[in-house]
């Protein structure tokens, strides 16, 4: 079965050599997504000092930002949020973040229920605190934008 690459304009540019998404049959399989802003590439929520430090931290701003970029990817694939059937989490610091991001994607997600996991890693590439890895399941007949 073949597969066909999709670029999500709108989304943010990924920092590799990926595209946002893959569509085989009716599955969607997304790239990791994370926060970034996808006209300034900065992070939402997330300010550093020239030395690298925080200055400000607002994870909550970062949730919702990936929760867009997701949908962005989503619709730039023929899917909608409610195609979501598995989504992987990725948390730089689940003791800080996850009673946070676990209130806001009980939000995104009070009508749509797919199967996750949440996993805690040391680091993400960009200066991010999370990333989501999404599969959906989409009608055929539907065509890629």
Same mark, same amino acid.
């Given at each position: 079965?073949?597969?066909?690459?999709?670029?999500?304009?709108?989304?943010?540019?990924?920092?590799?050599?990926?595209?946002?998404?893959?569509? #085989?049959?009716?599955? @969607?399989?997304? *790239? %990791?997504?994370?926060?970034? !802003?996808?006209?300034?590439?900065? =992070?939402?929520?997330?300010?550093?000092?020239?030395?690298?430090?925080?200055?400000?931290?607002?994870?909550?701003?970062?949730?919702?930002?990936?929760?867009?970029? #997701?949908?962005?990817? @989503?619709?730039? *694939? %023929?899917?909608?949020?409610? !195609?979501?059937?598995?989504?992987? =989490?990725?948390?730089?610091?689940?003791?800080?973040?996850?009673?946070?991001?676990?209130?806001?994607?009980?939000?995104?997600?009070?009508?749509?229920?797919?199967?996750?996991?949440?996993?805690?890693?040391? *680091?993400?590439?960009?200066?991010?605190?999370?990333?989501?890895?999404?599969?959906?399941?989409?009608?055929?007949?539907?065509?890629?934008?």
């Amino acid at each position: 079965m073949s597969s066909e690459k999709i670029d999500a304009s709108g989304a943010p540019k990924p920092v590799g050599l990926y595209p946002h998404a893959r569509r #085989v049959g009716n599955l @969607l399989f997304l *790239s %990791g997504i994370g926060p970034r !802003d996808p006209e300034t590439d900065g =992070v939402p929520g997330l300010e550093l000092t020239k030395g690298g430090n925080y200055a400000s931290f607002d994870f909550a701003a970062q949730c919702h930002s990936v929760f867009q970029n #997701v949908r962005t990817v @989503l619709e730039a *694939s %023929g899917a909608r949020w409610e !195609d979501l059937v598995d989504v992987t =989490v990725f948390l730089t610091d689940m003791k800080r973040d996850f009673q946070t991001y676990n209130s806001i994607y009980a939000e995104y997600f009070k009508d749509n229920q797919p199967c996750r996991t949440t996993v805690g890693i040391d *680091s993400l590439p960009t200066p991010i605190a999370i990333e989501l890895k999404c599969i959906a399941v989409v009608p055929e007949h539907l065509s890629i934008h």
